[in-house]
Nanobody, 115 residues
Framework: QVQLVESGGGLVQPGGSLRLSCAAS????????MGWYRQAPGKQRELVAT???????NYADFVKGRFTISRDNAKKTVYLQMNSLKPEDTGVYYC?????????WGQGTQVTVSS
């Protein structure tokens, strides 16, 4: 059973920064695609960023130039550095591990951008 534990959320003012972490309890972490998603109140969960085993990355248009996804395979952790935060970035942020046998989700971490 894979467990994913997110951390790093909180309350930040517009224009501020946060770094989210997602630690995975799995072997061979380096071979898996990892993603960050978010869900705002009353809205569907949406993809924010993806990082592949090769290290290549994809971003949603609404975070390009502001957010950076990265991974540390030795620590089995994926990160999301969020800069220039906006109120519309508010939501619960989830990480996902993609496996052929099924995907795994973390419990989520709340990010609130407000003055």
């Amino acid at each position: 059973q894979v467990q994913l534990v997110e951390s790093g959320g909180g309350l930040v003012q517009p224009g501020g920064s946060l770094r989210l972490s997602c630690a995975a309890s799995t072997t061979n972490f380096n071979i898996y695609t990892m993603g960050w998603y978010r869900q705002a109140p009353g809205k569907q969960r949406e993809l924010v960023a993806t990082i592949y085993s090769s290290g290549s990355k994809n971003y949603a248009d609404f975070v390009k130039g502001r957010f950076t996804i990265s991974r540390d395979n030795a620590k089995k952790t994926v990160y999301l550095q969020m800069n220039s935060l906006k109120p519309e970035d508010t939501g619960v942020y989830y990480c996902k591990l993609v496996r052929l046998t099924g995907d795994y989700w973390g419990q989520g971490t709340q990010v609130t951008v407000s003055s």
